[in-house]
């Protein structure tokens, strides 16, 4: 099968991130494998029906299924053609990609030189001759998928953190965010509590107030607090994942909160996760 296909072919040097960048964003990511769902697709800006496998004279559009700046793994059609000719050429092959420009409206295509490092069948077809095949890169990968690749995997892991990061409610944090006060409310079964709220994340929050471990161990409860910027986001329902004794006063407890995360407000993951962006610089 002869694939004929017309193509903008990115120029060495005409790139605009720096060299630098690129290098450090290499280093940095050079063993990560990204997945090419969907999303991924989407946001890299590939040009999922131009990727094509090249053999000699044999060309077959592929999936790109995942890829990292060194190798890549797709899933192609390989009929007894194509096992000759691989055998012919030592494994070497040539993967094109193809990306949506990002200046304009042009696609931005480029031959990687590769080698077929493994091939296996792909379970998930109803067609005979479908396989998994793994190409590592001959050489550096091009400019344009190292940052294509480096920004996603920067927007995921800074999304990450996010998630994991906490804010320890100090005296200026509470200022900062427009907190009334240190007091809040925990309710349980429809009875309240003053509690001092000391930790904020995205999902989850921890506070100190007077009772026993028991009392509040895997309850469901209600955690009240005001911000004054948003008055409507300052209700919190929950599920208390962790009780424990707090110090040497037997009648303080810390519990950590985990939020239902369907009824968490839009405005309230915005809110916190600008905090974050500021304390994780």
């Known amino acids: ?45 590939l040009r999922r029906k131009e ?16 890829a990292s700046m060194q190798q890549a793994r ?30 304009d409206t042009s696609t931005v295509s480029f031959f990687i030189s590769c080698k077929v490092e493994d091939f296996s069948p792909y379970q998930g077809s109803n067609h005979e001759n479908f396989y998994f095949i793994t190409v590592s890169f001959r050489k550096k ?13 920067d927007q995921k892991f800074a999304k990450e953190k996010r998630s994991n990061g906490r804010i320890q409610i100090t005296s200026a944090i509470r200022k900062k965010m427009g907190m009334d006060s ?13 509690c001092v709220l ?26 009240v607090f005001k911000i004054k ?11 208390v994942v962790r009780s424990e004794k707090f110090g040497l006063k037997s009648e303080i407890v810390s519990l950590v909160i985990d939020f239902d ?3 968490i407000p839009p405005s309230y993951k915005m809110f916190v996760g600008k905090y974050l962006e500021v304390i994780m610089k």
């Not at 072919?9 to 494998?33: C, H, I, M, P």
């Not at 995205?202 to 471990?213: I, M, N, P, R």
């Open 1 to 45: 099968m002869i694939i004929i296909c017309q193509v903008f072919f990115v120029e060495e040097g005409s790139y605009q991130v720096s060299t630098a960048v690129l290098n450090r964003n290499y280093d940095k990511y050079k063993d990560t494998n990204l997945t090419f769902n969907t999303n991924v697709t989407n946001k890299s800006g």
């Open 51 to 66: 990727v094509i496998l090249k053999c000699k004279s044999l060309n077959s559009r592929c999936i790109l299924y995942s």
């Open 74 to 103: 797709i899933i192609a059609q390989v009929d007894k053609e194509w096992m000759n000719c691989l055998n012919d050429s030592n494994k070497n092959v040539t993967l094109l990609l193809a990306f949506k420009n990002s200046m």
């Open 141 to 153: 990968a091009p400019d344009i998928l190292i940052e294509r690749i480096s920004e996603i995997l």
């Open 182 to 194: 240190f007091e809040n409310y925990l309710f349980r079964d429809g009875n309240g509590k003053r």
């Open 198 to 223: 000391t930790e904020l994340s995205l999902f989850s929050a921890q506070v100190f107030l007077t009772g026993t471990e028991d009392e509040f161990q895997d309850k469901r409860v209600l955690l």
């Open 229 to 239: 910027q948003l008055p409507e986001m300052g209700e919190m329902v929950g599920t």
């Open 261 to 263: 995360q369907e009824l």
